[in-house]
């Protein structure tokens, strides 16, 4: 069974930064892709950023957060990140990190729901103007 215990949430101005981190548990086979999601009110959960085990640790992200967010594991310790900069109030939304046994090749799946197959609890990020 894999747990994912999301933490780093919070309130920022906009152009600010917050890093969010995933602790993991589990089997490492169970989490060969990880990534993060996020939903707004009244909105559709979307990927913001995956990140996979094997090939290197390739990383995908949403067109919308490119050259902002830097997703990155520590596998050891069994950790997930994603490093928000120059936030924005459209990046307001409950963050989730979620994890799943497929592994990424290639990429076009990387924002897939349905192929995570375990989720966290959320941690909030308020993004004011």
């Known amino acids: 069974q894999v747990q994912l215990v999301e933490s780093g949430g919070g309130s920022v101005q906009a152009g600010g930064s917050l890093r969010l981190s995933c602790a993991a548990s589990?089997?490492?086979?169970?989490?060969?892709?990880m990534a993060w999601f996020r939903q707004a009110p009244g909105k559709d959960r979307e990927g913001v950023a995956a990140i996979g085990s094997t090939g290197g640790g390739s990383t995908y992200y949403a067109d919308s957060v490119k050259g902002r967010f830097i997703i990155s594991q520590d596998t050891p310790k069994n950790t997930l990140t994603l490093e928000m900069n120059s936030l924005k109030p459209e990046d307001t939304a409950m963050y989730y990190c979620a994890a799943g046994p497929s592994p990424l090749y290639g990429g076009d799946s990387w924002d897939y729901k349905a192929l995570y197959f375990y989720w966290g609890q959320g941690t909030q990020v308020t993004v004011s103007s």
């Open positions: 589990g089997n490492s086979y169970t989490r060969r892709r």
